[in-house]
């Protein structure tokens, strides 16, 4: 039989725990509005990719072979450049380049395979990595005001 604890002994452990149950709380916390920041921002990229796909595919049916606008490049680039720094892991997204804006631009068709690309490895982003509880019923004014709330950011 072990020594039973004397009370100091038991307010030390009682406080031992209150203080790693407070820092396993604010973990929690911290992962939670990470989750929603990278959440709010694959919102972003999707909505703008999803509509600019639309657009660059009409175009395409019409000229595949036809080169793309200056502004269309740089948009695509643009589009590229947030994909990548949300998506780290994914190797097939790792090889995709943004377009030179040098000389002669991009065809529609070559266009519209990077756009369909980007798309598809945001599509596996969602899948795998935001949380399930993020996904279904809030919405992104939801979890923006939620980033805002009084103690929402990190001092």
């Known amino acids: 039989m072990s020594p039973r604890p004397t009370p100091e002994e038991l307010r030390k452990a009682k406080g031992q725990k209150k203080k790693e149950m407070e820092e396993q709380e604010k973990e929690l916390q911290a992962k939670r509005k ?3 920041r990278l959440k709010i921002r694959w919102e972003q990229i999707s909505s703008e990719m999803n509509g600019l796909y639309i ?9 595949a ?3 793309v606008s200056t502004l269309t490049v740089e948009n695509v680039n643009v589009l590229i450049k ?5 998506i780290t892991t994914d190797p097939y997204i790792d090889r995709i380049k943004a377009f030179v804006p040098a000389g002669d631009n991009p065809e529609y068709r070559d ?6 690309q980007l798309r598809q490895g945001l599509d596996r982003f969602k899948t795998s990595y935001l949380p399930t509880s993020l996904l279904g019923q809030e919405s992104l004014s939801d979890l ?6 009084p103690g929402g950011e990190e001092e």
């Open 34 to 36: 990470e989750h929603v």
């Open 55 to 63: 657009e660059i595919d009409k175009l395409y049916r019409k000229a």
């Open 65 to 67: 072979d036809e080169q």
């Open 82 to 86: 947030d994909t990548k720094e949300i």
């Open 111 to 116: 266009v519209i395979i990077i756009l369909r």
């Open 144 to 149: 923006i005001e939620e980033l805002n709330e």
